[in-house]
């Protein structure tokens, strides 16, 4: 507040400026007084142009501290889930046909990347995109999945340093552009240059000569007029022969000036932080250029490169374009130094991007230790302590997407087979599914899972929940769901552990099929590298026929009934749910 008011008092200083160089030039000639008039006019307008300069000063830093209250109530909203009030859901990374991602809602309106996300360059949003795919890939790294939590525990308990790196991505305007043309053009293959020392100083030349011809014609009238016309057409032909040539590399960078602007601060923050943790440290040594004495720092490179674009700018406007060029060649001058940037620092950009990529994405991840500072950090099944790597153990598991204040968190524990859920409408089964998968995820991208402790095996994930027709295909649901199911029972056939997950199986078709086709799905994902979760209605999938032979365990939800209504506990419980709800929900809607 008192940083507004001291805005306004600059604003009306500038006006008086203003005023006393216009009383100064304009009136005081008027009384004779033209010399008075000249000391006063240039002495108002020093003062005019000094304040104004301190007065935009003032403003960036207003806008600055505008930004980190934003910030800062994002990170409020994150605890209570009030998604009205975050910015980014991820929804271009969303995939209904991935083997889980859009079951277990990773991305788009409130979803986990929704929640969590703080990354405000394109790389950094694609890189924390990868982390919560992560789970698909077959041979996980527990040594660099330590690292991630290690470089999330530090920086979630550095709040004032996450804000402060938000704060200056997102202060240089959104940065979310694909730099893909950028980056295509940097690493584009040396070839003829698109234009040579020789040919600059020729254009040097031609300008000196066309600058000069100016003075001589209209000034002393030493020349005839005809020379100046001549060098304006010379410079025009040239302009005209290079243009197209030129055209490919400045449309591939001059987009690019914002989030360029924004690379250089957020490469300057990093490469002067002193966090320790051993992932954070590589990353800053990478932009420090550690291990090559020769070599400049990202934020020198790029800060070059931004001042070149700067320049790139300019020619933008059709008016600017045609003065500049006409008058000076500005072209080839601004080609010459990019080129010039380009091989020099060119090759290094991709590196840069990627790991301040990941440096955002672990900003990300350490956003859930604030949501849910309770919660602990998942540990992996070890190779050698004879335990099966499909196996998943959690205490007090809630889902991360549901607030704390409403979560009823369970014990969950499967170290082989199939976990067989049953239970009445609305009571819990989807959620246990959604809730396992996401712990899962987020245990395999380096932060915390919502539970007191997870111990969970490197597994693949792969779901069948969010099914539906596709018309533009000519898919039904349950020929869509047979599809899904295929592709798990296809990706178990890998002998890879992997955790699945199936709501209630083939609901699109009768029971005497659906009842069949669970069957079979169980016998194809009866393997000791698998385990999984089956949510269904079918009591026959429990029957000691069915299960003989077959490792299933029997888990349920249940619910109480009393004048007041139906009350659902959402306790996951050990046997085979006994109740059933549909024609009490049917009437409590009115459906008689």
């Not at 083997?99 to 990773?106: F, G, K």
């Not at 003075?215 to 304006?232: E, S, Y």
């Not at 291990?291 to 059709?318: E, M, N, T, W, Y």
Request: charge should be negative.
């Amino acid at each position: 507040e008192i940083k507004d008011k001291l805005s306004v008092v600059y604003s009306n200083i500038r006006m008086v400026m203003f005023l006393g160089g216009v009383i100064g030039g304009v009136i005081l000639p008027d009384i004779d007084r033209k010399s008075l008039a000249i000391a006063v006019f240039f002495a108002f307008a020093a003062l005019f142009v000094i304040t104004a300069i301190r007065h935009q000063a003032l403003k960036r830093e207003l806008y600055y501290l505008s930004t980190l209250l934003d910030i800062h109530a994002e990170y409020k909203a994150r605890i209570v889930h009030d998604f009205e009030k975050l910015p980014d859901m991820g929804e271009n990374f969303r995939d209904p046909n991935h083997i889980y991602s859009d079951d277990l809602d990773l991305f788009g309106p409130r979803s986990l990347f929704h929640l969590m996300n703080t990354a405000e360059t394109w790389f950094g949003m694609r890189s924390f995109a990868d982390l919560l795919l992560s789970a698909s890939e077959k041979d996980k790294d527990v040594k660099k999945i330590t690292k991630r939590q290690a470089a999330a525990a530090e920086l979630g308990g550095n709040l004032e340093v996450l804000e402060e790196m938000q704060a200056s991505g997102r202060i240089a305007s959104r940065s979310a552009e694909d730099p893909g043309k950028l980056l295509n053009y940097v690493k584009e293959e040396e070839g003829k240059p698109l234009i040579s020392k020789a040919f600059l100083a020729l254009s040097a030349l031609i300008t000196s000569a066309f600058l000069a011809s100016i003075i001589l014609v209209f000034v002393f009238r030493l020349i005839p007029p005809f020379i100046f016309l001549a060098l304006v057409i010379v410079q025009i032909i040239i302009v005209a022969v290079k243009y197209q040539m030129f055209k490919p590399a400045f449309e591939s960078v001059g987009d690019f000036y914002s989030e360029i602007s924004a690379y250089v601060k957020l490469f300057e923050d990093i490469e002067k932080s002193n966090l320790s943790s051993e992932q954070l440290r590589e990353i800053r040594g990478v932009l420090k250029g550690d291990g090559d004495s020769s070599s400049d720092s990202a934020s020198k490179r790029v800060k070059k490169l931004r001042r070149i674009c700067l320049f790139i700018q300019a020619r933008s406007q059709p008016i600017l374009f045609f003065v500049l060029n006409v008058c000076l060649l500005y072209d080839n001058y601004c080609i010459y130094f990019l080129e010039k940037w380009k091989r020099e620092s060119g090759r290094h950009l991709e590196e840069y991007l990627k790991a301040l990529g990941m440096w955002e994405a672990l900003m990300s991840l350490a956003t859930l230790t604030f949501v849910y500072p309770e919660c602990s950090f998942p540990t992996f099944v070890s190779e050698g302590d004879g335990r099966n790597q499909a196996s998943f153990d959690a205490v007090r598991m809630g889902h991360p997407l549901i607030p704390v204040n409403r979560q009823v968190r369970n014990d969950f524990s499967l170290g082989s087979g199939t976990a067989l859920i049953t239970g009445s409408n609305m009571s819990g089964k989807t959620t246990l599914l959604r809730t396992v998968g996401v712990n899962a995820v987020l245990a395999y991208a380096g932060t915390i899972s919502c539970a007191d402790s997870l111990v969970i095996g490197r597994m693949q994930i792969a779901s069948s929940m969010r099914i539906a027709d596709n018309l533009a295909e000519g898919l039904s649901t349950f020929y869509a769901e047979l599809l899904r199911i295929g592709a798990i029972i296809e990706k178990s056939r890998e002998e890879e552990p992997l955790l699945y997950l199936i709501d209630e199986i083939f609901r699109g078709t009768n029971s005497r099929d659906r009842t069949d086709g669970a069957k079979i799905v169980l016998k194809n994902l009866n393997k000791p590298w698998i385990i999984g979760l089956m949510s269904t209605h079918d009591y026959e999938l429990c029957s000691s026929d069915v299960q003989n032979g077959m490792n299933l365990k029997n888990f349920h939800f249940s619910e109480t009934y009393d004048e007041a209504g139906i009350h659902f506990d959402y306790k996951l419980a050990e046997g085979i749910s006994i109740s059933a709800n549909a024609m009490y929900l049917m009437h409590m809607i009115g459906i008689e």
